[in-house]
């Protein structure tokens, strides 16, 4: 693989562009200010050239090519590796590898592959892997075997997994997703058969746009507490997100937000996680449906994300 160009800021997040023999893809490594980076250092790897859903809200999507092949993968998270721990050993003592950059890793079962082998490819005693996913419907097989290798080789809350819902709303869903997919029902039905004692529970992700709603009388109906957690996100600045008229619900500093929405679903039970982030990854674009390919690509710049230049990096081998 060759990495020809990158953008960010060392100490907050890193952006690469990566060539396999004219195919492009984008990989990330992160810290979360204040949590320095021996606690907790993050990257995001592709797992396709391209992505098929095509969600409303997300920079990369469309122009699909095809799956990653595992080696593929785990060039991205060697490259990454040895930008920071050039003895290849990462001493973060918690080390999540998330499946999040380009594609919907449940479309290719080489992430399977991988997960199965990546405790003896990598050294890095805090391992754990993230897996996010829309279900994309007719995917059963893939979710079956996730249970396995969870089982195996991640027990014990090593390894997390999460929905992406962005709203109960179904038809809203359908509008934001648009492929087929599980709907809650079968969500809860999988969260029943995936947890074991001493699991993680399951996120489900909204990244609330205005106007979207998030009803709590439908997440008590399918997702019990005791499996499944709430996590809230702000809508990243995109072009995707601009172009389909989508303006983030949640805000910085939102004391109503706290007060209203955020009580009721911790008063239904629900353990919920605010994820506003470092808002420096905007700018970087290295935040969840960022992608700076398409950035380089646009005509019109936006004003609120994706501000620092891209290098040319040149080939590295």
């Not at 809200?57 to 699909?64: E, N, V």
């Not at 930008?83 to 990462?90: E, H, S």
């Not at 279900?135 to 089982?151: N, Q, S």
């Not at 027990?155 to 709303?169: K, M």
């Amino acid at each position: 693989m060759n990495v020809v160009a990158s953008a960010g800021h060392k100490d907050v997040a890193m952006v690469y562009v990566v060539d396999f023999e004219g195919q492009f893809v984008e990989c990330v490594e992160a810290v979360q200010p204040p949590t320095p980076r021996s606690e907790k250092w993050v990257l995001m790897i592709s797992t396709s050239f391209g992505c098929p859903i095509r969600c409303q809200m997300c920079d990369a999507g469309g122009h699909y090519r095809g799956k990653l092949s595992k080696e593929e993968m785990v060039e991205q998270i060697q490259y990454l590796i040895s930008t920071r721990y050039p003895d290849g050993v990462v001493h973060s003592k918690q080390f999540k590898i998330q499946f999040a950059r380009m594609g919907e890793p449940a479309l290719n079962p080489n992430v399977l592959d991988l997960l199965e082998e990546l405790p003896s490819r990598i050294s890095a005693p805090g391992l754990m892997p993230s897996l996010s996913t829309v279900a994309p419907h007719g995917r059963d097989h893939f979710f079956d075997r996730l249970i396995e290798i969870k089982d195996t080789y991640y027990p014990g809350g090593q390894f997390q997994f999460q929905f992406s819902l962005h709203t109960t709303d179904r038809d809203l869903r359908d509008w934001l997703i648009p492929v087929r997919k599980w709907d809650f029902s079968e969500m809860a039905l999988y969260g029943e058969r995936y947890h074991r004692p001493g699991d993680r529970k399951i996120t489900l992700n909204f990244a609330l746009a205005e106007d979207s709603p998030l009803d709590v009388e439908v997440l008590k109906t399918h997702f019990d507490p005791d499996r499944f957690l709430i996590k809230i996100t702000p809508l990243n600045p995109t072009y995707q997100a601009q172009k389909s008229g989508l303006r983030s619900y949640l805000k910085p500093r939102d004391d109503d937000f706290e007060d209203g929405l955020l009580s009721e679903i911790k008063n239904a039970g629900y353990q919920v996680i605010l994820s506003i982030g470092d808002l420096e990854e905007n700018k970087i674009g290295s935040n969840c449906g960022q992608y700076v390919q398409r950035h380089l690509q646009a005509k019109h710049r936006l004003s609120s994300g994706y501000s620092y230049q891209v290098q040319d990096q040149g080939d590295v081998p």
